[in-house]
């Protein structure tokens, strides 16, 4: 079965401090992983892909398929950052199999 | 183009009445989904739709929700009867097979409080 688990609901850190929003999935095969992220009083959109390995907002995420995991990190948090982030698993090869999400952590940053 | 459009954007009703929430994909998308957003399970899917037909209800709670989508332009999620319960944020999302199905576009979603 495809499971994405987000353990922190709610994740306080000051401004300039690093931040990790931790995600693990469980899916036999190989997965894609992905990070939506919903601002205050916007959509939900995706923030990044592990396949893209690339940088957005100053946020990053490796997949680590040893620890099942697919954290998000920034070294210096902005209050900006502050909204509800969501993992996201895409699992099978058929490329039309929908999305698994976690349910999902509030990043506050605090000034 | 304005994204997926959703209506209404808030629908306050009482126990027992019939809800229906609308939804309006991206022109040329194929696939719709509809999810529901709470505290306790955060963002659930649904159902989903490919070229208009549903493909997996199985996220549906109860009979007491439906969804259709009778063209590629218009899906509708109705609740009958209503529960407090149900009280949640409903989002829809588009997305392509031909592009990138893992980018889902959402709508606003639909705030619905039911006392």
């Known amino acids: 079965a495809q499971r994405v688990t987000q353990p922190e609901k709610l994740l306080s850190v000051f401004k300039g401090a690093p931040v990790e929003l931790k995600c693990n999935y469980s899916?036999?095969?190989?997965?894609?992983l992905f990070w939506y992220v919903q601002y205050s009083r916007q959509r939900l959109q995706l923030l990044l892909r592990?396949?893209s390995r690339e940088s957005i907002k100053g946020f990053t995420a490796d997949l680590n398929k040893g620890e099942t995991s697919f954290h998000l990190k920034k070294p210096f948090a902005q209050e900006e950052d502050s909204a509800m982030y969501y993992c996201?698993?895409?699992?099978?090869?058929?490329?039309?199999?929908?999305?698994?999400f976690g349910k999902g952590t509030r990043l506050s940053v605090i000034a | 183009d304005a994204g997926v459009i959703q209506s209404p954007r808030h629908e306050v009703t009482e126990m027992g009445q019939e809800v229906t929430l609308r939804c309006k994909p991206i022109?040329?998308?194929?696939?719709l989904f509809w999810y529901r957003q709470t505290m306790m399970r955060g963002l659930e899917l649904l159902i989903y739709f490919n070229n208009n037909v549903p493909i997996d209800d199985s996220g549906m709670p109860e009979d007491r929700f439906s969804a259709k989508m009778p063209n590629a332009s218009f899906s509708t999620l109705k609740i009958q009867p209503s529960e407090p319960r149900d009280s949640a944020v409903y989002f829809c999302?588009?997305?392509?097979?031909?592009?990138?199905?893992?980018?889902?576009?959402f709508g606003p979603g639909t705030r619905l409080t039911v006392t």
């Open positions: 996201a698993l895409l699992g099978g090869n058929s490329g039309n199999t929908p999305l698994v």
């Open positions: 899916y036999s095969g190989s997965p894609e």
């Open positions: 999302a588009s997305s392509s097979l031909t592009s990138r199905i893992y980018e889902q576009y």
């Open positions: 022109s040329g998308h194929d696939y």
């Open positions: 592990h396949i």
